[in-house]
Every structure is written in C-alpha cells, then in structure tokens.
C-alpha cells in the first residue's frame, strides 16, 4: 500500500519574510498536521539552505498571516 502524502500550503508566492538578529527567513511551505514551516535561510545575506522550523518560533505578525486551520 502506497504511503498518505502529508498535506501542505505553499506559502512561496505570498513572499513572506521575517528577520531574528542577523538571519533572515522566507517561508516555503507550512505543514499544517505537524505544525512546522520550510524556510529558506539567509545569514548576513548569503544563502544557507533549506530549514524545518516550528509554528511557535515565528514572531507573532506572521503567524497572523499564515493561521493554521
């Protein structure tokens, strides 16, 4: 039996970014069933890749926006 594909939003087009101390993150996607994001990551400007972070770490004008249901 084939594995359930985990349901996510693309949050990429709504371009939303935030920034804590010198990193800055651009949300991907949320996962709604775990309760995390994708984020791309860039440090001082320089890309750092891809990174899972939790809904509770996001500053709170930004978790307005993206309102799990």
């Not at 693309?10 to 935030?18: D, G, K, R, V, Y």
């Not at 101390?21 to 651009?26: G, H, I, L, R």
């Amino acid at each position: 039996m084939a594995k359930k594909r985990e349901k996510s939003v693309e949050l990429s087009a709504q371009n939303i970014t935030f920034d804590i101390n010198q990193t800055s993150y651009k949300l991907i996607r949320f996962y709604p069933s775990r309760m995390n994001l994708d984020a791309m990551v860039y440090e001082n400007g320089v890309k750092e890749g891809v990174k899972s972070i939790g809904f509770a770490m996001l500053p709170k004008h930004i978790k307005q926006i993206v309102k799990p249901m």
